[in-house]
Antibody
Framework: EVQLVETGGGLVQPGKSLKLTCATS????????MHWVRQSPEKRLEWIAR??????????DYVESVKGRFTISRDDSKSSVYLQMNSLKEEDTATYYC???????WGQGVMVTVSS | DIQMTQSPASLSASLEEIVTITCQAS??????LSWYQQKPGKSPQLLIH???SLADGVPSRFSGSRSGTQYSLKINRLQVEDTGIYYC?????????FGSGTKLEIK
């Protein structure tokens, strides 16, 4: 059974940092390109980052709104993908999902609330 | 960035009716288009990939089509369980972009 489990969310003040983890199982993680997607309270979906596999040099891409603040990374030995979020803003408040490249596997999502 | 213009924003239809949701891409994205359904409190579920291919386990009443840069999701014989929000996603180039969503309810 395929599982993706996101953890690390919570309430954080503006300007602070948070690191999300997506632990996976049940599929070949090492060759999977992985993504983070977030959903605002208004239900708008926004793709935010992608990391490719080793054969593609773990190349990363980001949406402009998080460039320089967020970093996606992975640990193939742990079948996990991470999202380090720095300098958080109130507009980063959302539910964060990890998903595979085909979009057929998604985690349950983790809430991040940025508020003073 | 590629813009995905999705319409309508909301839709109310009767059981057994046929409904169509469209996404217009701002440039050529080939068949790099997926459709998702999301139910309240749940993660998005893949319905259609590669513009026209049905994802595993998805009922055959769902279908996808393409005409140039316009993509459509068609639901035949609407069922109660089809309520939810539907999104398109282009994955032709980064940043990947979603449509704004279509909220579908049953009359």
């Amino acid at each position: 059974e395929v599982q993706l489990v996101e953890t690390g969310g919570g309430l954080v003040q503006p300007g602070k940092s948070l690191k999300l983890t997506c632990a996976t199982s049940g599929f070949t993680f090492s060759t999977a390109w992985m993504h983070w997607v977030r959903q605002s309270p208004e239900k708008r979906l926004e793709w935010i980052a992608r990391i490719k596999d080793k054969s593609n040099n773990y190349a990363t891409d980001y949406v402009e709104s998080v460039k320089g603040r967020f970093t996606i990374s992975r640990d193939d030995s742990k079948s996990s993908v991470y999202l380090q979020m720095n300098s958080l803003k109130e507009e980063d408040t959302a539910t964060y999902y990890c998903t595979n490249n085909y979009g057929n596997y998604w985690g349950q999502g983790v809430m991040v609330t940025v508020s003073s | 960035d590629i813009q995905m213009t999705q319409s309508p924003a909301s839709l109310s239809a009767s059981l057994e009716e046929i409904v169509t949701i469209t996404c217009q891409a701002s440039q050529d994205i080939g068949n790099y288009l997926s459709w998702y359904q999301q139910k309240p409190g749940k993660s998005p579920q893949l319905l259609i990939h590669s513009a026209t291919s049905l994802a595993d386990g998805v009922p055959s009443r769902f279908s996808g089509s393409r005409s140039g840069t316009q993509y459509s999701l068609k639901i035949n014989r609407l069922q109660v369980e089809d309520t939810g929000i539907y999104y398109c996603l282009q994955h032709y180039s980064a940043p990947l972009t979603f449509g704004s969503g279509t909220k579908l309810e049953i009359k």
